[in-house]
Structures are given as C-alpha cells and as structure tokens.
C-alpha cells in the first residue's frame, strides 16, 4: 500500500531546482552525512515562494537528503485514504507569535571563524544568516567570558571593590572575535538580529568565593553594582553599533548553588533573585535609555521553571513589572515533561518563554563530544524544537555557532559538539546534520509567525508524526513533519484542499503553500 502511494505521489510532485548549490557530501561511516564547506564551494539553499495551488517542500533525512526541494499541486478533494495518517490544519485556532531562532557568538565560535580565510568566513556567516543559507534572527551573547573561552575572566576586575566600575572595558576578545563576528552577521542577516546578552560570572571581587566557578553567591553590597554591570555592558555594545534586544538574569543560577560545574557560575536563590530584580536590575533598566529591553529570568534548566518564574512572582510579585519572560535551556528535557511550561503560559500568558541554548555532546555518557554525522543529534533537536513549539516558546536559540573537531576551544575542558565544525588545518567546514534540522525551522518560520492547530488522526497500530505548524508574515502556511520511522505517506489537508505527502524514511519534511 506505501509503494503504490508513494509511486502516485511521486508522478504528481516535480523536483525544483532553481538556484540550489547542493551539498558536498562526505558520508560518515554508520552514520549520516557532512555537508562540506571550502573556499571555492558550500552549499546553499533558495526557499521558492508557492503561488496559487502550489507547495513546495523540503527534506532531509538520516540516508543524506539536505533540503531536497519538490513542489505539487493541491488537490481539492475532500475524500480521507484509507490506512493513512491524516494531518488536519485548523488555520482560525491560533497560539504565539515566533520571535526567532539562532545561536551563540562565543569566544570559541569567533576564534574559530577567524581561523578560516575571508571567503570562508563569509560562507559561515552567510550559511547561518544569509538569504541563501538558514536565515537566523537571534543570537546569544555572553557578557565576559565562559568556559568557551580561551581563559576564566570578566569585565572591570580591577581596581576590585569598584562600586562605581571605574574600569569597565571590554575586553580583547570582543573586539578581536565577538563584534567582528557579529557586525558581519548583520551585515547580512535577512531581519534585524536580536540578541540576547548573559552574564555567566561578573568579577571575582563581587562574589562570596573568589573563584570563576564552583559554589558562590553575589555579595549583598554589590546588588546595584551587578546591576549597573549589565548595563554598562549594553551601552559599550551600543557605542560598537550592536544594539542589544534583551538580557538574561545570569547563566544557569543553580550552578552556583549546588556547584555543578567548574567553570563561569554565580549561584543565586529565590530570596536573593526576586530582591535583585526588584530593587537594581529592573528599576535600572526601566529607567535607562534601553527601557524597553527585555528582562528575561530563568536561564536554567526546563526542571528549574517553576522555582524561576512562578515562586518568584509568588513573593516578589513586583518582578511582573520588570520581567518580559523566561528563559530554558535544553540538557533537561528528555527528564522533564514539556507540560512544566504550562506553569507559566496559563498563570500568565503575556509572558513570552524562550529556549536560550542547547548543545549536544554535553551529558556525561556522551563519550563523543563531536559526533561528525550524527543523526541521532539532529533527531533529538528536531523533536525538541517541535515539543517546545507546540508548548508555545517563541524561539529557540541554538549553542555554539561553531566550534573546531575537538569541541572547543574550552578552558576547562567541557567540549560539546556543534551545527558547524571548523577544521582549520583543512581550511574547511563541516555542516552537520544538527545544521540542517535547525534550518527546517528558522529559514521557513519567520519572525512574527503564529503557530496553528494542527489534529492527527492515525490508522490503528501506525506510530505518530511529530509535526508543528504556523501561517507566516508572507502570507503562507508552514507545516513541519517528522517521521522517526519508515517511509509512509501521510494526507495533509484544511478546510478546502489537500494532498498526500510522501515522507522518506528517518526524514524531516518542511511544506509550505499559499494561503
């Protein structure tokens, strides 16, 4: 039954191929594929524009389709296969409003960008940021240094006890890495770029423990001081024409609590945080010139939500005035149910969340720290994404945006894996199949896309899709599909038309149509 509907599909569907640069693949052994990058050739992908009865698809799949583009035509008959999954889109029932998607301008990322020559570097930015690449809109950026740095630092760290940050610079690194990196990226984003500003650890002389990482806590007396560091950090960008669009309340807070890591941390409890927000950072901010910057809290695990947002407005209810959301990262989630955030979206909805970072390669048990190939990977983030769409985060910000075949550099030694890895003996660059997974998302859901309904309706004993999807500020719908299993065709319709699709095995399909 899949092989005739599959052939029917197939005569029905046509295979675009208008200004593509296909991938060059290099197959890993009993894994996927790399898509490799080099001075004279990366490829490249032209998201097509359907008119009238036209859609146009996109797949990538586990056996090294990336991006591979087919258009058809709506059918307008309103008859449900047999045996068939049916996807049934209800464009009236509506939820939130995407914001973006991206990555992370570390040290790391910008060391290894500058490691290639010029005309690789343009690729790297432009497969991220360009028209013909994922077109990202978000980026994170951290205020000082992480682990992914070369070295353990923050701003202003001398004179120490400096309550009026006399010596607030920024330092080398952002001036040789992280603004070169990001003013390139705006220079060729297809939207304005939001970025989104963190501080993993201010300087030693603020913290009950003078070290960069392990257990500490923000001295009382330097609450304002932390504030006013924030701050100044928004306004030296500022002069360096990057405008930040919101900050975060520090990295990870519970690692400093109960010292889960070694590198750049401050710990902080509810007590100590509704108190910060309340009484320094948020009047600091409001009554700034950027008072419309976004005040985002959290920045920790899916686990730490309620603790973060609902006990924290529970007795610091003032910290509504301040805060514009909440921000989650992703090494939690395969523990913790996605229903957690309805903690937040059902007491108060006008209260954005946002997926702020995740990475691969980071849990313990993950020997390999840079998995070339791996569709395992790329599978957890598809799944992830969608999970947090449907639960209505308005992004999903990516680690990272490149790191080199070890998984840094890092200072403490914490290699992770990455959507770009960059061989610089080799003068070359890997897309993984991470890469790709991203790009189903934010090359075809845009800022100011709103999700819709969307009811499956499966045969007896056949195994769910995972899908999501959205109507789009260019007047289309989006729908994204994955299939964790083997080929199967599956009937998508609304209203008035539909069609059958025919989704690969292990595949990833993205559709989009006119409205």
Not at 101 to 108: C, L, P
Not at 295 to 300: A, H, K, L, V, W
Not at 417 to 437: C, G, H, R, W
Not at 472 to 492: E, F, M, S
Request: hydrophobic content about 35%; overall charge neutral.
């Amino acid at each position: 039954m899949y092989l005739f509907l599959g052939i029917i599909v197939s005569l029905i569907a046509f295979t675009t191929v208008i200004g593509d640069t296909p991938c060059a693949e290099r197959r890993i052994p009993n894994e996927s594929v790399v898509c490799v990058c080099n001075s004279s050739y990366c490829d490249d992908i032209t998201r097509e524009v359907p008119t009238g009865r036209t859609y146009i698809t996109y797949t990538s799949s586990k056996d090294g389709l990336r991006f591979k583009k087919d258009s058809g035509v709506w059918s307008y008959l309103n008859v449900e296969p047999c045996c068939t999954t049916t996807l049934e889109l209800f464009p009236n029932t509506t939820y939130q409003t995407i914001e973006g998607f991206g990555g992370a301008v570390t040290d790391s990322a910008g060391i290894n960008w500058k490691s290639l020559p010029p005309v690789l570097q343009d690729y790297l930015i432009r497969s991220y940021f360009g028209e013909k690449g994922l077109e990202y809109n978000m980026l994170r950026v951290p205020i000082g240094g992480t682990d992914f740095s070369t070295r353990a630092y923050a701003y202003n760290e001398l004179p120490e006890n400096d309550t009026h940050l006399s010596n607030y610079t920024l330092a080398p690194e952002d001036y040789m890495y992280k603004i070169p990196m990001i003013k390139s990226i705006m220079n060729v984003s297809t939207a304005p770029v939001h970025i989104v500003a963190t501080t993993w650890s201010p300087p030693l002389w603020m913290k009950t423990r003078h070290h960069y990482g392990g257990f500490s806590r923000l001295k009382e007396e330097y609450y304002q001081t932390y504030a006013d560091y924030h701050l100044k950090f928004i306004e030296k960008y500022d002069q360096s024409g990057i405008p930040v669009w919101g900050i975060t309340t520090t990295n990870e807070p519970f690692n400093g609590v109960f010292s889960f890591v070694k590198f750049n941390s401050l710990g902080w409890d509810l007590t100590e945080m509704g108190k910060w927000i309340t009484e320094n950072l948020g009047p600091t901010i409001r009554n700034s010139k950027y008072k419309d910057l976004k005040i985002i809290t959290g920045d920790d695990q899916r686990l730490t939500i309620y603790y973060w947002f609902n006990l924290l407005a529970k007795y610091y209810p003032k910290i509504l005035d301040y805060i514009d959301g909440l921000g989650v990262h992703y090494y939690t989630d395969k523990f913790v149910p996605a229903i957690v955030f309805e903690t937040v979206t059902k007491t108060h909805p006008e209260k954005f969340i946002l997926a702020t970072e995740a990475c691969e390669g980071s849990a313990p048990w993950q020997k390999e720290k840079v998995y070339l190939g791996s569709w395992t990977r790329a599978k957890s983030y598809i799944e992830d994404i969608m999970e947090d769409l449907n639960y209505n985060l308005v992004g999903w910000i990516d680690w990272n945006l490149c790191l080199n075949l070890k998984g840094g550099p890092n200072w403490e030694g914490n290699y992770v894996d990455s959507t770009i890895i960059v061989d610089k003996d080799k003068q070359e660059f890997l897309k993984q199949p991470m890469y790709y997974a991203m790009g189903h998302f934010s090359k075809f859901i845009p800022r100011g896309s709103v999700r819709i309904k969307v009811v499956e309706k499966k045969p007896l004993f056949s195994s769910a899709l995972r899908h999501v999807a959205f109507l789009t500020p260019k007047n289309t719908t989006v729908v994204v599909i994955y299939n964790d299993g083997q080929a199967r065709p599956v009937n998508l319709k609304n209203s008035i038309k539909q069609n059958m699709l025919y989704l690969p095995a292990h595949s990833v399909t993205t559709l989009e149509y006119a409205n």
